[in-house]
């Protein structure tokens, strides 16, 4: 029986972080550029939500109401880190023929470790959290993070606006923010961009949590 036990995430995470040095290496000998050098920082930033995750779920049981009110916002602050990588493929367009078929695979393997860290911390806080709620509670709030993911996904690629600058900038932050919601109809492509990236995220998700749950000999 397979599992996808902490121990076996943790595996394919660092399986998954070796390949894309590898390839990253690769590309940089064969280019001698730098280009895609900074997807070792937007890994990094996927890292942090997953770490958040970890630690709520081991000290779910001694923190305080404010601790972990803190410690979610921090999560979910984070957590769209993860799933941005996926946007980052708007970079194949500067590649080259000598290089597409790399570019591709790097992107492949960040974009998809990005995915498997977002929904196995978004699936660690709704168990750590839920794990007595009825399956409409849960429902709720999958859709509410799905859509903060894709919200914070536009945010960071459209507007680049990036996690820390809800500290540094919140006015303007905040903003930004309630343009979109108080004059929809203006911002119709970027409605269009949420809406469709938060199908493709609950979509992989439910995918993601049925083979979790539904594991088998194979």
């Known amino acids: 029986m397979y599992s996808f036990s902490k121990k076996n995430n943790i595996t394919i995470y660092l399986i998954s972080l070796s390949a894309i040095i590898l390839l990253l ?4 000998l064969i280019t001698q550029s730098l280009m895609y050098v900074f997807l070792l920082w937007n890994i990094f930033l996927a890292f942090i939500p997953y ?6 779920q081991q000290k779910r ?7 972990l009110s803190f410690s979610l916002m921090l999560w979910l602050l984070f957590l769209p ?14 590649s080259t023929p000598n290089t597409i078929w790399l570019d591709t695979l790097l992107l492949f393997f960040c974009s998809s470790l990005g995915l ?17 709620s009825n399956s409409t509670t849960k429902l709720i709030w999958l859709f509410s993070i799905h859509f903060a993911i894709s919200f914070g996904v536009y945010l960071g690629r459209f507007l680049r606006w990036n996690s ?13 923010i309630v343009n979109r919601f108080t004059h929809p109809l203006h911002y119709i492509n970027d409605w269009s961009f949420i809406l469709l990236f938060q ?3 609950s979509f992989s998700y439910y995918c993601y ?7 088998s000999n194979f």
């Open 25 to 28: 290496s690769a590309r940089v």
């Open 51 to 56: 770490g958040i995750g970890l630690w709520i």
């Open 61 to 67: 049981n001694n923190l305080s109401k404010i601790k």
């Open 81 to 94: 880190n993860a799933s941005y990588i996926v946007t980052d493929f708007v970079h194949l367009r500067l």
């Open 116 to 132: 498997l860290l977002s929904f196995s911390s978004t699936y660690q806080i709704t168990n750590t959290l839920f794990s007595k």
């Open 164 to 176: 820390w600058d809800f500290f540094h900038y919140p006015f303007n932050l905040f903003t930004d």
């Open 199 to 201: 199908a493709f995220i």
């Open 209 to 215: 949590q049925y083979l979790k749950q539904n594991t």
